[in-house]
Nanobody, 126 residues
């Protein structure tokens, strides 16, 4: 049974840092592209990072240099290290698995990802 369980969200001050984790089960992250998306209240879901099965990473300009996606194939876990968080980045953050194994990816697009976690809330504490 496929499962993605995110954790690590919480309250953060402007400029602060958080590390999100996504534990996968039912498949191996070594064979799939994985991505992180976020969705703020009343806004569309947007991709903030992606990592290919080979470990290549992709970021939109809005987070490049501040967010880092990584994975631990042995723990079957994907991480998102976020620094310099801004008020407008308050959102629910979701982990997602690509539709196809060994997918060739670029910047994360929602239609390339077919299975999603339940999300973890990141909230500005100011």
């Amino acid at each position: 049974q496929l499962q993605l369980v995110e954790s690590g969200g919480g309250l953060v001050q402007p400029g602060g840092s958080l590390r999100l984790s996504c534990v996968a089960s039912g498949f191996t992250v070594d064979n799939y592209a994985m991505a992180w998306f976020r969705q703020a209240s009343g806004k569309d879901r947007e991709g903030v990072s992606a990592i290919s099965h080979e470990g290549n990473t992709y970021y939109p300009p809005s987070v490049k240099g501040r967010f880092t996606v990584s994975k631990d194939n042995y723990k079957n876990t994907v991480y998102l290290q976020m620094t310099g968080l801004q008020v407008e980045e308050t959102a629910v953050y979701y982990c997602a698995m690509s539709v196809h194994p060994f997918a060739r990816i670029g910047l994360p697009q929602t239609n390339e990802y077919g299975f999603w976690g339940q999300g973890t809330q990141v909230t500005d504490s100011s």
